[in-house]
């Protein structure tokens, strides 16, 4: 199977790879994924607390070259989102955007994943509720 | 210069030897004759190269030219040899011995078999890939009619003790079959000294063309037969019909010539440069060879490299280097190589690692190239690796909850 140039591009020359400090508590960490699964995104936020808007975002995937573009591309789009507009990012954006052949649509799923369990992760550090997602179930 | 991509999958498919090639290219202009045709010079003509050809390709393997079957590659000589004895032996019974690491081939014509009421026993191999005597030969039952293990493992290139395997199913009475795609051409294969039954083989691993293969059918102590799985002009001695491959077969045979000429040097020049290989690759951190080191094809190895996955590796250098990997990240198989896992070895591992076959026309260079860009990319992955980082601050990746998806 061929990779779309996108793929390539974000696999190349990842953007944001890196760790904030997971015990900030303006930092949301989402880790999904499995090792036995061979995909483990970590997808970490930075939260500006007044604005709520989200200021850096980092991830590291033990993946594919797709898992690897996804969160990259996620990390891109979520930067100066705000932590509500962010919760709004579908999966089928990042399909869309990276061209992935219907095999890889899961590691953009994870991405999503990975997007929502980091800021679930936030908002229980600043003693908000944790929200409920709907699951997607296309893994 | 080097010249790219670089073929380094030869366990998949093999280029042809140009001299392969040009034996064939006659067959399928000038001399095109069906070999079945009796009455004019097309037919002796194109039935002589085949006799040839028979010739060639037993010589390889020290046997009788009469007992070469000529069939389309080795999934159709597994399931041959498989569902024929099935059918042939019947009345001595219907249980078979494998191995869990076996070709699909061989394990999928066993799940056949089972539909079609036998009992198939799939044996679990050790650690190192080899299959445990004891459990084969505890295995045996008064219903045994065969025992199907292959002789070198596609994936890991691990040799299994056929000599020590035939020489159990002789002493039970037991028919014993082996895949032999990997070895035949690669490693000495002899069915006399191996006490080999039933043997498949093909051409495409071989720098011989696709589309051609063998089985080897005992005639004397035991005379083996097979039921055909095809019907029609009754060619092969009744095993095999449909009319003969000529110019594949030519190849075939042109190829088992070189090999039996040139194997000895190749393997003591592709096992100089798969150690060079490996003894580099293994200087990076946490990374293991999968199956026995020392009873192994000299031309293969499969190396995994922890907290790297597979598929994301190839990407590092797949336009330039041609590699398998035992990972397939598909929403439709996240399952990692099954000949890996039943090595004991975990998912992680299992999906990150790649296969080194090296062939005919690798080259020193080639494989210092291979070195560096594999080296480049593992290091450059591990340090976007999750799995990495926490395997670094010494967390136990064990104690994680993880997602299962």
Redesign the interface.
């Known amino acids: 199977m061929a990779y779309s140039e996108k793929v390539i591009d974000h696999y190349s020359n990842p953007k944001n790879v890196g760790t904030l400090d997971k015990g900030s508590k303006s930092v949301g960490t989402g880790l999904v994924g499995a090792p036995e699964c061979g995909d483990v995104m970590r997808l970490q936020i930075q939260v500006d607390d007044a604005t709520g808007v989200i200021t850096d975002a980092k991830f590291k995937t033990f993946g594919c070259g797709s898992a690897i573009a996804s969160s990259s591309l996620a990390t891109e789009w979520l930067k100066g989102k705000t932590v509500d507009q962010a919760m709004a990012i579908d999966n089928m954006d990042l399909v869309e955007e990276l061209n992935l052949p219907p095999v890889k649509i899961h590691c953009s799923v994870l991405a999503e994943d990975a997007i929502k369990a980091a800021i679930n992760d936030y908002r229980v550090k600043n003693g908000l509720e944790e929200l409920v997602f709907e699951e997607k179930g296309v893994h | 210069m080097l010249k790219f991509p670089i073929y380094l999958d030869n366990n998949a498919t093999t280029p042809m030897d140009p001299r392969v090639l040009e034996a064939m290219i006659p067959y399928f202009t000038e001399h095109f004759g069906n070999a079945a045709s009796r009455n004019h010079p097309f037919g002796w003509e194109a039935e002589e190269a085949v006799d040839y050809a028979r010739e060639q390709v037993a010589a390889l393997i020290g046997a009788d030219p009469k007992e070469i079957i000529f069939t389309s590659g080795a999934t159709e000589g597994d399931n041959l040899a498989i569902k024929g004895v099935y059918e042939m032996y019947a009345s001595k019974g219907n249980h078979i011995i494998t191995a869990t690491t076996e070709h699909k081939a061989v394990l999928d014509t066993c799940k056949h078999i089972e539909k079609l009421g036998g009992e198939v026993t799939y044996l679990e191999v050790k650690e190192d890939g080899l299959v445990d005597l004891t459990e084969l030969e505890a295995a045996i039952r008064p219903t045994t009619i065969l025992v199907a293990i292959m002789y070198a493992n596609n994936e890991i290139g691990v040799v299994q003790p056929i000599k020590e395997i035939s020489a159990i199913a002789k002493k039970h009475g037991v028919l014993f079959f082996t895949d032999a795609v990997q070895a035949v051409g690669k490693i000495p294969v002899n069915v006399i000294n191996d006490g080999i039954d039933i043997m498949a083989f093909t051409a495409h691993k071989m720098y011989g063309p696709k589309g051609i293969g063998a089985l080897y059918v005992r005639r004397k102590n035991p005379r083996v037969k097979v039921t055909a799985q095809m019907d029609g002009g009754g060619h092969e001695r009744g095993m095999r019909s449909g009319t003969l491959n000529v110019p594949g077969i030519v190849g075939f045979g042109k190829a088992c010539e070189l090999s039996r000429l040139e194997m000895a040097d190749d393997a003591v020049r592709l096992s100089k440069l798969r150690d060079k290989l490996e003894t580099a690759l293994l200087q990076i951190e946490e990374s293991y060879v999968n199956g026995n080191r020392e009873h192994r094809l000299p031309h293969v190895a499969n190396i995994s490299f922890k907290?790297?996955?597979?598929?994301?590796l190839l990407?590092?250098f797949n336009k330039n280097i041609a590699l398998s990997s035992g990972?397939?990240?598909?929403?439709?198989s996240?399952e990692?190589s099954y000949v890996l896992k039943a090595l004991g070895l975990?998912?992680?591992l299992a999906?990150s690692s790649l296969r080194f076959g090296l062939g005919r026309f690798t080259t020193e260079e080639q494989i210092d190239y291979t070195i560096e860009q594999i080296s480049n990319t593992v290091h450059k992955l591990r340090?976007?690796?999750?799995?990495?980082?926490m395997y670094k601050e010494g967390i136990d990746?064990n104690s994680?909850e993880?997602?299962?998806?």
Do not use: K
């Open positions: 907290h790297v996955e597979g598929e994301g990407m590092g990972s397939a990240c598909t929403s439709a996240l990692p975990g998912d992680d999906h340090d976007m690796s999750p799995l990495w980082e990746l994680i993880w997602a299962h998806h």
